[in-house]
């Protein structure tokens, strides 16, 4: 009988792709998809984002889909930072730490814990890594719930230290607009649920730094154009409103965003027929410019006191 030789070349070569292969299986993006008799809906583990709301009815796809060209994102989840820190750090304790854009739990791989036809339950908790850049223990969880023809993003976040942790945290859904290819950007209007008369924040050299006063003048709507977005993205704070609308006269078909309680919203999109729409209910902002002093200070700033839950939830209603 002939016995089989390898060279030790082979072996080698072997050996790469097995533990190759067992690397990305270990890191591939994992979907868990939700629905009821109205919607299915994707989130990926990946920073617990959402990927898709799509109508079984119409088979409407209601969430930016993401273009690379365009803007590759769908839905980040912002923790435990939302915005910009100046210099891309903040200040804790008499220690400077380094932050990216929005935090990093959009980076980060969230664990399916609870999961129901209807509804998806996502943990993610402090590591070795997070420890080094944000120096606290925590547990945020992320819940999807499908309930007729609204999907509700709940938050729970808790302190597990023993002093104050401080945070900012919000969402960042992008939805299509036009929706479903009906009409062009300029058809479209957002819709508040009162007149407003409102100032908007606009951000300049990467801060929170121009104001536009009366941006809202005793008005329940912004139209939409072009141009909306040529300085970046719309703030807002402590709006009467706890509803906005993306809306046409050329369909019948909305997305409606309810945020009750929070404190701050971010409207933004790429300037220019981008495709999307992102309607952000938010608590906490970018840095004011200027702002050198301790996180705790910061305005906007968040915090839990020792071993306590912080709790907030907003709904999508499409139709």
């Not at 009366?214 to 703030?235: G, P, W």
């Not at 046409?248 to 309810?258: I, M």
């Amino acid at each position: 009988m002939n016995k089989l030789s390898v060279s030790k070349p082979c072996i080698v070569i072997l050996i790469s792709i097995i533990m190759s292969t067992h690397c990305f299986a270990k890191t591939k993006t994992m979907i868990e998809t939700i629905g009821n008799k109205y919607f299915t809906v994707k989130i990926k583990n990946l920073g617990a984002e959402l990927t898709s709301i799509k109508s079984k009815i119409t088979n409407i796809e209601y969430l930016w889909q993401g273009n690379p060209d365009i803007w590759s994102g769908q839905s980040p989840l912002l923790f435990p930072f939302v915005g910009r820190l100046n210099n891309g750090q903040y200040k804790l304790n008499g220690q400077t730490y380094k932050m990216s854009k929005h935090g990093f739990a959009m980076n980060k791989q969230f664990k399916t814990i609870e999961k129901s036809k209807d509804s998806v339950t996502m943990l993610l908790t402090d590591d070795a890594e997070t420890i080094k850049i944000y120096p606290y223990k925590f547990s945020l969880k992320v819940k999807y719930t499908l309930k007729g023809q609204s999907l509700s993003v709940s938050y729970i976040i808790e302190n597990q230290n023993d002093e104050t942790m401080y945070f900012s945290i919000g969402g960042h859904p992008a939805f299509n607009c036009p929706i479903a290819n009906q009409g062009q950007l300029n058809d479209y209007r957002l819709q508040f649920e009162h007149k407003e008369t409102a100032n908007c924040w606009k951000l300049q050299d990467e801060t929170l730094s121009r104001i536009i006063e009366n941006y809202l003048d005793n008005t329940n709507t912004i139209q939409l154009t072009e141009e909306t977005f040529n300085d970046d993205a719309l703030i807002f704070k402590h709006l009467k409103s706890d509803s906005i609308k993306i809306v046409s006269d050329k369909t019948d078909h909305y997305v409606k965003v309810d945020f009750p309680k929070f404190q701050h919203l971010g409207i933004w999109s790429k300037p220019g027929p981008s495709g999307y729409v992102c309607i952000e209910p938010w608590f906490g902002h970018d840095d004011n410019k200027d702002f050198a002093e301790d996180i705790s200070k910061k305005e906007g700033i968040q915090s839990i006191d020792p071993k306590k839950t912080f709790k907030a939830k907003f709904k999508i209603t499409c139709k």
